[in-house]
Each structure stands twice: as structure tokens, then as C-alpha cells.
Nanobody
Framework: QVQLVESGGGSVQDGGSLKLSCAIS????????MGWFRQTPGKERELVASVTHDDTTNYSDSVRGRFTISQDNAKNTLLLQMNTLKTEDTAVYYCAAKIYVLDIDVFKCPTDFRFWGQGTQVTVSF
């Protein structure tokens, strides 16, 4: 089990920057992938960025080149640096994690994120 708490959301003008943080506690050493998702009312939650245990990153097309996901292992924190924000980036942002699960006799990283934070609101206005 891991516990996730996001912070750093807020209001910013179009073109501005914000940095989101996700404090991670619990079974930290068994995390195999971490991610940031976002959701707006009436829409599906979408993956924004993710990072695996070997630091492989993945970004949605809409944020690639503007957002950067990183991990501060010393502080057990997942970060999302968001630059050149646009009004369409307005959403509730969620931190998520996968931990290894035992499949018969092998530990595997599951396909779905199973642990979630409570979310933090990001609002971008003109």
C-alpha cells in the first residue's frame, strides 16, 4: 500500500508555470510506476505523464515539451513541472502509483494504477 498526497495546485495565467508535488508514503520501495492524471467535469480521467522505476518517462501529446515529470527520491516525492500553461490544462490533477504484485512466483508491475491521491485543482485563465 502507498499513500499519496498532492500539493501545489492553484490559479495561474495563460503562459504561466506551476509545479505539482506528490508526497509518497508507505510501501515506497515497491513502486514500479508513478503518474500524473487529470480530469475535468464530464470527461474521462486522462494520463498526463508517467515515470517507471528505471526512469522511463511518457507524456501525453498535449503536454509533451511543456510538462516534466520527475522523482525526488530523497524526499519521496513525485513532481510535475508545468510550463507554458494553457486554459485547456485546467483540471483536477491526480497523482497515482503502481506497486509490484506477486504473480505466482514472479513480481510484476500491474497494467493499471491502483493507488490515487485526492487531487489538486489547477486553473489557467486568460
Amino acid at each position: 500500500q502507498v499513500q499519496l498526497v498532492e500539493s501545489g495546485g492553484g490559479s495561474v495565467q495563460d503562459g504561466g508555470s506551476l509545479k505539482l508535488s506528490c508526497a509518497i508514503s508507505g510501501d515506497i520501495f515497491n513502486t514500479c510506476e508513478m503518474g500524473w492524471f487529470r480530469q475535468t467535469p464530464g470527461k474521462e480521467r486522462e494520463l498526463v505523464a508517467s515515470v517507471t522505476h528505471d526512469d522511463t518517462t511518457n507524456y501525453s501529446d498535449s503536454v509533451r515539451g511543456r510538462f516534466t515529470i520527475s522523482q525526488d527520491n530523497a524526499k519521496n516525492t513525485l513532481l510535475l513541472q508545468m510550463n507554458t500553461l494553457k486554459t485547456e490544462d485546467t483540471a483536477v490533477y491526480y497523482c497515482a502509483a503502481k506497486i509490484y504484485v506477486l504473480d505466482i512466483d514472479v513480481f510484476k508491475c500491474p497494467t493499471d494504477f491502483r493507488f490515487w491521491g485526492q487531487g489538486t485543482q489547477v486553473t489557467v485563465s486568460f
